[in-house]
């Protein structure tokens, strides 16, 4: 799986969550936290939907995430294991 085909998928998933965010201003550097508004219980929410998606398992050793790219890096990662 290709990181850009991740990063597209993310924002399908991000415009569910979020769905008042303009996501032309969304790229691999934006800030979950501090550009998208991503609090505790979306960051629940885009996690279950990632791994139901991309068919993989974010696991308690995975690292913090604080980009979008961070996250595609991560799914691209567990998907070819």
Not at 3 to 10: A, C, I, P, S, Y
Not at 41 to 69: H, I
Request: with cysteine; charged share 25%; hydrophobic share 40%.
């Amino acid at each position: 799986m290709t990181r850009e085909t991740v990063f597209e998928g993310l924002k399908e998933i991000i415009s569910g969550i979020k769905p008042q965010l303009d996501l032309s201003k969304v790229d691999y550097g934006s800030r979950l936290v501090g550009d998208l508004g991503i609090d505790s219980l979306s960051m629940l929410l885009l996690s279950l939907a990632a791994e139901n998606k991309f068919q993989m398992r974010f696991d308690s050793a995975a690292p913090p995430f604080e980009t979008v790219g961070d996250v595609c890096d991560f799914i691209v990662r567990a998907t070819q294991s």
